[in-house]
């Protein structure tokens, strides 16, 4: 039986009071209720340490939201993996769409990032996801499946173990997102793990952890989770307090039980 997984990003977003009462909120309701779900948060950069000092006697995996491919040097602004990892990070969010669409991130400096995270044993959560235009043009597997093989190029098949991948529709994130539909994230999933298959073989695809991201809510979060190659929901605005995602964590909770 395959595990989910389910956590939220908080984008550029919470005090460091607001990411100490959040990670205590968290801590507290998991020390009473060990999850069958793996959880993951990744906050800003600011708190990272804070909150995974925070969590670190409970099994949520604590994430950065970006990072620099090089081990160190003149890079104005930016964060290695390492530093990351001397922060107690466990992953690393990597192409998300809003730094490919404001920031410049292309497929190849996600492809950098990858390499790098994995040489300092962190786990990438590597997102794709088509945009409105791609969806309409009817390009929309070619889109992801693009995005993915340029982001794992020169991943080994020791090192794919320890990808996590992201299907997060561009046209579905954020205050004027529309969720996909169940069975359209369904068949995307489906497309990428076909590509994942294709070059690691049966075995990876199949342990491969696909998440679903994009407007995901209470309302719609068993609906997508049910779906065959949804293992687990990447979370936005919906989990940004930590009682929406403590009930979400223990939905999903729900569904892994009954599955057993
Ligand atoms: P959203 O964000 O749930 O607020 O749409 C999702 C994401 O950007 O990962």
Same mark, same amino acid.
């Given at each position: 039986m395959k595990r989910y997984w389910i956590g939220t990003g908080w984008k550029m977003n919470k005090t460091y009071a607001e990411a100490e009462a959040y990670a205590r909120a968290l801590a507290d309701f998991l020390v009473s209720h060990p999850p069958r779900v793996q959880v993951f948060i990744i906050p800003p950069f600011t708190v990272l340490h804070r909150v995974s000092d925070l969590l670190k006697n409970t099994p949520v995996q604590v994430g950065a939201q970006n990072m620099h491919? +090089?081990?160190?040097? +003149?890079?104005?602004g930016e964060i290695s993996a390492g530093m990351l990892q001397d922060c107690g990070a466990h992953l690393v969010e990597l192409g998300h769409s809003e730094r490919r669409a404001e920031?410049?991130?292309?497929d190849y400096t996600v492809n950098l990032k990858v390499l790098a995270a994995l040489q300092h044993r962190l786990q990438p959560l590597v997102c794709v996801g088509e945009t409105t235009r791609e969806k309409q043009f009817g390009v929309a597997c070619e889109s992801i499946v693009r995005q993915l093989k340029i982001a794992l190029k020169g991943v080994s098949l020791a090192q794919i173990e320890n990808v996590i991948l992201a299907y997060e529709p561009v046209w579905a994130i954020g205050e004027t997102g529309t969720p996909a539909e169940p069975a359209y994230a369904n068949a995307m999933h489906s497309a990428m793990r076909t590509a994942i298959r294709e070059l690691y073989g049966d075995a990876i695809a199949l342990a491969m952890p696909i998440l679903y991201g994009g407007s995901v809510n209470r309302d719609n979060a068993i609906s997508l989770i049910e779906?065959?190659?949804?293992?687990g929901l990447f979370v936005g605005r919906a989990a940004w307090q930590a009682n929406a995602l403590i009930e979400l964590i223990q939905m999903v909770d729900q569904i892994s039980e009954e599955r057993v």
């Open positions: 491919w +090089a081990e160190s040097g +003149a890079f104005t920031f410049g991130e292309t779906q065959s190659q949804v293992d």
